[in-house]
Structure formats: structure tokens, C-alpha cells
């Protein structure tokens, strides 16, 4: 991030500190471009989350700020649809015999002091993978666009944010609940932290959302919260837990459960995710299989737009979070992809897969 737009960076997180609280407290916001502002703040969807810590002050007047009002009005329509499509969708999996575990999206929403603060598109669930297929049975019945925003996930497909967590132990821990007598279970507060705060981290943190997510996460903490259970598996992974709930602490004020371990967050990590905050999501740039068409111009951008960020590179390496300079890191991840392509693509050469690489969500393609 440059020097240049670091006051825009510092500036979000300032909007953004205490945010989810009832009372966020006055703030002091530094002179900078209100309405490269507000669209950062809407674009990384905490615009209603900033309208929320605004609203009684002085800078709510502001015309640039209008954004954000409208943000916070959408997603409060949004927030009742959602609520009922949720219940809808949950009570076609009890008719099949499916208790669910839900987290993320609406699990996290309520949690906020207004539902309209945590927007979210899709509905995640964790089901048994011995109830996988059944699972596809009640998606191939709903409606289109209620299928498309059901996310389903089996232990073995959540094991790209979870890789540590086992079935039983997932489901063991979830406590039951139920929303206009459709049943369903949610993760406990331990693996529910480390499921988003690692979640984030494979995403390289570009949506502040995420951080606030972990903020709010920590703050709901109960008395009997066990750290020793939240960071139990891999230590990569749990050095990774720990520096996001210390960036979350330093950039958001995050008040943390008792006991929480010490640790500094390393500068390269804040760097990012602020550089995150104000690039934001990049999308993906053309196929690889496709540089030929593209000519070399466009064929060496298509490349170099793959260099790997920080933090995504570090949490998929399982890199330490200190000690190892991140380009070291960043190399390492980006031979390890291109191993992984060629191997794909030798694999397809040689007919042994009948299609690339397919992306897709959960238990359904």
C-alpha cells in the first residue's frame, strides 16, 4: 500500500472501529476524499455497518454519506427476506431427515445489534457426509433461486477453511436451535472463530466485513470460552487465528476474551489487509490455457495478475506467520500453483480427467 493511500485505509478502519456495537462512541475521521469513502466502505459491504457508527453524528449530513443510508436501507429489506427464505430452506431439509449446522451469513448477522449491519448472499450449511446425497435431493427440488444461494458443505469440502476439525467433533460441539420450528444446530463459538478468521485469511482479508466479523466474534465470547479448544490442529493455522484476532483488536478496537494469548501482529499483515480494504476484490484474470490467443502483452499481465498476496499465500503454505520474509513465501506458493497446474493439465492431456479443474461450491456443482 502506498504512502498515498494509507489515510484512506486508516480512515475505514477508524469508521469502522466499535462499529458493532449499540454506541460506537464518538470518532475523528482524517481529512480524506468522503466519496472514495463511502465506496470503499460499501464496496468491502460494511456500508450499512458504517451508516450504523455515523448516524448520530455530524458527518451523517454529509452528502457522500448518502451511500451508505441507502446501503443500510437495502440490506435491512434484504435481512427479512433472508430470515424467511431461511426458514424455508431449513424445513426442506428436516423433511428429509437433515438437521444442518449453519454458520457464517445469518449466524453472525443476528449477532450485530441490527440485522441490516451483516449482509450476506448465500445460506451456509454443513451436513453429514453420509446425508450428501440426500442433501442434493432436496437442493434439485427447490426453486432456482433458492438453490442458488444454498451453500452446502460436507466436512470434506469445509476442510479447505477447516482441515483440522473432524465430523464428529464439529457436530458434537454444535449447540441446537431452531427458527419458526425449522431445527438446526450452530457451530460452537470455538470453531465458529477459527472457521471465519481462517476463512478470511484464504481469501488474503481483502473485506473488511470479515475483520468486523471477527471483532464481533470475540466480543460474544462467553464466560467458559476455551482458547485451548479454539486453537487446538494445526499451529499454522492457529498462529493464523491469533493474528487475526489481534489485527482485530488493533485496527477495531476488538475487546478480547480473558486469557487470550499474547501476540504482535507482524507490519506485513496489516500492510495487506489494508491494501486489501482499498483494492479490494480482484478478479480472476484470463485461463492460463488461453495465453496463446491473448498475445504476449496480455499473456505476461494474465501471469503476473496471479502473483500470490500475503495472506492468502501464507495460510494455504502453512507458512509461520513470523520469521520467513512473505516474497519468500509468495514464491513458494506461486511454484507450488504452477506444479499443480502442469499436473492438472498433464492430466487432461493424457485423458485420465474428462474436464479441467472444475470450481464449484459445497456438495453441489
Given at each position: ?66 451511500a451508505l443510508q441507502e446501503a443500510f ?270 499436473r492438472r493439465d498433464l492430466r487432461w ?8 479443474a472444475r470450481v464449484g461450491k459445497g456438495?453441489?456443482?
Open positions: 500500500m502506498t504512502s498515498g493511500r494509507e489515510p484512506l485505509a486508516l480512515a475505514l478502519a477508524g469508521t469502522l472501529r466499535h462499529a458493532w456495537r449499540s454506541a460506537g462512541g464518538p470518532m475523528e475521521l482524517p481529512a480524506v476524499d468522503l466519496r472514495a469513502w463511502a465506496e470503499r466502505l460499501v464496496a468491502g459491504g460494511v456500508g450499512a455497518l458504517a451508516w450504523w457508527r455515523i448516524r448520530d453524528i455530524a458527518l451523517a449530513g454529509a452528502p457522500e454519506a448518502s436501507r437495502f440490506h435491512a429489506v434484504s435481512a427479512a427476506r433472508n430470515e424467511r427464505d431461511l426458514q424455508h430452506l431449513v424445513a426442506h431439509f428436516n423433511d428429509a431427515g437433515i438437521e444442518p449446522i449453519l454458520f457464517k451469513g445469518w449466524t453472525i448477522a443476528r449477532l450485530y445489534p441490527h440485522r441490516a449491519l451483516r449482509p450476506f448472499g448465500d445460506f451456509d450449511l454443513l451436513v453429514p457426509c453420509e446425508q450428501t446425497e440426500r442433501a442434493r435431493g432436496v437442493l434439485r427440488e427447490l426453486g432456482p433461486d433458492l438453490r442458488e444461494r444454498a451453500d452446502v458443505d460436507t466436512a470434506e469440502t469445509l476442510a479447505r477453511y477447516l482441515p483440522d476439525r473432524s465430523e464428529a467433533e464439529l457436530f458434537a460441539r454444535a449447540r441446537p436451535e431452531s427458527l419458526e420450528g425449522a431445527r438446526f444446530r450452530v457451530l460452537c463459538l470455538e470453531d465458529h472463530l477459527r472457521l471465519v478468521a481462517l476463512h478470511q485469511l484464504h481469501h488474503g482479508g481483502w473485506r473488511p466485513l470479515w475483520l468486523c466479523d471477527v471483532a464481533l466474534l470475540l466480543e460474544a465470547a462467553p464466560v467458559d470460552f476455551s482458547w485451548e479448544r479454539c486453537l487446538e490442529g494445526d499451529p499454522r493455522l492457529s498462529e493464523g487465528v491469533l493474528a487475526t484476532a489481534a489485527l482485530a483488536a488493533e485496527l477495531l478496537g476488538a475487546r478480547l476474551p480473558p486469557g487470550t494469548p499474547h501476540f504482535v501482529v507482524p507490519a506485513w499483515l496489516r500492510r495487506a489487509v489494508l491494501h486489501g480494504w482499498i483494492h479490494g476484490y480482484e478478479s480472476m484474470p484470463p485461463s492460463l490455457y488461453g495465453l496463446r490467443a491473448l498475445g504476449w502483452s496480455r499473456a505476461l499481465r494474465a501471469v503476473k495478475a496471479r502473483w500470490p498476496d500475503p495472506v492468502s499465500a501464507t495460510v494455504h503454505l502453512r507458512a509461520p506467520f513470523r520469521t520467513v520474509p512473505r516474497p519468500a513465501v509468495q514464491m513458494a506458493e506461486c511454484l507450488r500453483r504452477a506444479v499443480d497446474f502442469a492431456r493424457l485423458g485420465m480427467d474428462s474436464e479441467l456438495v453441489v456443482a
